[in-house]
Nanobody, 123 residues
Framework: QLQLVESGGGLVQSGGSLRLSCAAP????????IGWFRQAPGKEREGVSC????????NYADSVKGRFTISRDSGKDTVYLQMNSLKPEDTAVYYC????????????????WGQGTQVTVSS
């Protein structure tokens, strides 16, 4: 069972920044594509960003383009989501997930999930 562990969530004011981390078992980043998702209360889980296993391809939801940046540190087996210019509508539980072969914005296509980390942006 592949275990992913998110961290870095918290409470921040509108316009502020947070960096989320997704720690994965060794070598996973060379085999799996890693996506970030979020789910706000009463809403469906939505794709935020994804980085492929080569680290050369990244995707972003339109709602976060220009504000969020996904990256990875293979030496630390960690994928990051740098979130800048945060807005109250970014408030959600953020999850990282892993899948094979290609990045996707659809949660159902992912095989492994972390437990989530809460991000709250106050106005």
């Amino acid at each position: 069972q592949l275990q992913l562990v998110e961290s870095g969530g918290g409470l921040v004011q509108s316009g502020g920044s947070l960096r989320l981390s997704c720690a994965a078992p060794t070598y996973i980043l060379y085999v799996y594509d890693i996506g970030w998702f979020r789910q706000a209360p009463g809403k469906e889980r939505e794709g935020v960003s994804c980085i492929n296993r080569s680290g050369k391809t990244t995707n972003y939801a339109d709602s976060v383009k220009g504000r969020f940046t996904i990256s990875r540190d293979s030496g630390k087996d960690t994928v990051y989501l740098q979130m800048n210019s945060l807005k109250p509508e970014d408030t959600a539980v953020y999850y990282c997930a892993a899948k094979r072969y290609y990045c996707s914005a659809f949660p159902v296509e992912y095989d492994y999930w972390g437990q989530g980390t809460q991000v709250t942006v106050s106005s």
